[in-house]
Structure formats: C-alpha cells, structure tokens
C-alpha cells in the first residue's frame, strides 16, 4: 500500500498493468490478421527448426491455452514446472548415461535415481530452477481453474514473469530517479518495457524474474540492505547462471564500509581477541551468491548443466575464440545477400552496441550498476553462439538509465520510442509464429 501513496510508483503500476493487459491482447489479435511463411533462414540451423510441424513432437509446446506465450525454451521450463528435471519430455543427449549411475547429487541437489526411467541426460538440466520453481508454486491456486497441468503451469509462468517485470520497473525507476530526476525513473522502466527484445517479459522466458531480481537486488545493495541483496541475488543465480556476478557490487558496498579496517587485524591481535566473527560473518553473506553458485556447480545438476550447455548448446565460459569468430560472421551477415539473417543481426549487433556503450559511458556515474551490467554483457557476448544478445542485455540496468538520459531530448525520445517498438513487434511476432527470435 506505501507504494501506491507514491505518484510515480503509481504511474509505473499503471503503465505495467496497461501493457500487461495490450500484450495479452497482442498475443491473440497479431496472429488473427498475420501469419508468417516458414521456414526462418536467419541462422544456419533454424531452417530445420521452423518447418511446418518441426515442433510437433513437443508436448508442452503444443498446449493451445497461451500458446503464443510459448516458444523455443519454454518447453524446459514448463516441462520442469510440470514433471521435474526428469520430465520425459524434453529431448536428451547421452542416451547410454542412465539408471543409478545418474541418481547422485547431495542435498539440496538430489535427484533419486528411481525417477530416472529414460538413459540419457535431459536437456533441461541446461536451465535453472527458480523459475519452474516459482512457476510451479505460482500454479497452485491457479489449479482451481481446472485446466490440465500444462496449461495451468503456462498461465503461472506468465504471471511469474510479468510480476517480476513490475519488480524490476519499480527497482529501474528509483535507481535512475537518483541520478536524473522522478520523470527520467519513469522513462528508464518505460523503456524496459519496449526495448526490442521486451516482450520476452511478458513469455513463459526467465527474463521478466531475473531482471525483477537482478535490479531488486541491486537497489537493496545501494539502500544499505546487504543481506537481503544477498539473499535476492542468491535466487537471481538460480534462475540465470550470469547472476552469479551480482556477488561483486554486493562485495564493493561492503569493501567501501571498511569494517575490516576498522579492526586491527594483525595475527597478534587475532590471537588474543579471537577471529572478528562479524566481519567473517558479514563478508560470507555478501559472497553469498558465489558461495551458492559454487555448490550447485558441483553437484549434480550443476555438472548436467554445463555437459549439456557444451555438448547441445555449444556455450561455455569465457568461449572468447569461438565467439569472436561467430559475432564476426554474425556482422557480415547484415551486409550479406540473405536479408533474414541481415535484420536478425542488426537487432543483435544494435543491441550489443546499446549495451557495451551504456555500460562503459555509465561507469563514473553508478559503477556498481555499471560492472554489473557490462560483465552480463560481456560474460554472455563471450559464451560462444552468436545468438540471443539482444536479450541478454535486458539485464543491464545502465542501457536504460543511458536511454533514459538520452530521452530527456524529446525528439530522441520518440523517435526511439517509434523505432524501439517496431522492432519488437517484428521479432515478437517472430516468436509467436516460433520463428527464430533470439
């Protein structure tokens, strides 16, 4: 209710709730009046992908309730929500890993090997579980609907993801409002809204949670609330491996309040007084989301996740030679003779502009927001597939403080507006005809 005796936190809740309700609308009026000639040839394997019943065998991508809210990877996080990581389902790699030698992990991460019926690994071990998590939990109540379970869980998620989106609206605005001004907070959330690859907030996609965590955790680091940033950035890790690096800006609010030299912490000191247990104790909580990260990482699921990120998917850490090269052909493509391929990557390369140059011009500004969003960036630039960045971008909170600034020019302003808003009407109708859309 605080919230709602704020003007502007009311305009924002107005303008989410407006375009919560025109997205809904979008995603059933477009296709009324449009359809798309399949296949896609924007990258070398979507042809194959994009043929008429390609996606047939896909049970949770073939429920009709919501289904232009479902594409491409909303399969695993459906499949999650619904049947667990061991959902049927899904695709899988290894068909000869199964049986007990799979039932491993330790609590928290444990899969029983009883639930394993098919030899294989899923590829929905290359997902985190927030999400389906919260999907799954979000779908409770909702079962009073009495739809069947699919259905159930794909009016959650996109609950989920638009509630997360308002997070993250309401989070974006008093980040910038405190270097601009109320009405440059309005405009940084507006423009979350309709960057070009926005409408991924409204699908059954991990965007609109992550960004709602990622910016809630960032705005509670600043307002001097370590451990309940920590806790949020623990959960933005498990819903994107990238939110790991929330860790670091946690870590530079709590460097900056020097407690630990505020303590003489020569071993002789040490050993007469004992261990400073609260400077430990604080620095293990703003370490946190490295600390969780790490556990998972070795566990189970965290070693399914990165055979199947590398094996199926192709991405790795730091995979800064394979990805040179593809983001290379990637830009010549825009000048190639395939024009699918060239509007694809130039709302890809637009985006990876957008995103470094906002990073690095904001980092005497808010540097906190800065690293952070320059090393999702970067981190995700260097994963290795030329593909997706425009979304991954959406996670960089100075992109839309940069706008937003920007924006103050009312011609810039609209003319960003028109342009930004085409474009994502392009590639949501993309993504709704299950077209390659990033």
Known sequence: MRMLRNLHHRTILGIWLGWALVMLAYHVLLPSRYTIQPPDHALEWTA????????????YLNEPFLNRHVAWDSEYYLAIAVGGYEDPGPARIRGNVGGESTGSGYWPFVIPAESITTPGISLSYAFFPFYPMMIRLFAIPLSIFGMNPIATASLAGVIVSMLGTLAAMLSLYELAREELDNIGGVRAAFYLLIFPSGFFLAEIYTEGLFVGLAFTSLLLSRR?????????????????AVGVVLAIPILISWIKEMEWLELDLEWSQVYHHGIPWRVVLNGTVASAPIIAFLLWKVS???????????????????????AFIAWSDGFKSIFGNNPQAAAYYFVEWLGIIIGFAACIAGFKRHPDLAIF??????????????QGMYRYVLAAPPVFLFLSRLGKNPIL????????MLLMGMMCAMYMFDMWAG
């Not at 194959?48 to 049970?59: F, L, R």
């Not at 969003?373 to 030329?386: C, D, H, K, Q």
Request: glycine letters at 14%; proline letters at 3%.
């Open 224 to 240: 001097g609330y370590r451990g309940w940033a920590a806790l949020v950035a623990v959960l933005a890790t498990f819903t994107r």
């Open 300 to 322: 189970y699921y965290g070693l399914a996740f990165s055979l199947v990120e590398g094996e199926f998917f192709g991405r790795g850490f730091l995979s800064l030679g394979y």
């Open 413 to 420: 302003d609209r003319v960003w507006t028109i342009a930004s």
């Open 373 to 386: 969003g320059f090393l999702v960036v970067f981190l995700s630039f260097a994963s290795g597939p030329a």
């Open 48 to 59: 194959t992908e994009t043929t008429p019943g390609s996606q047939n065998g896909k049970v």
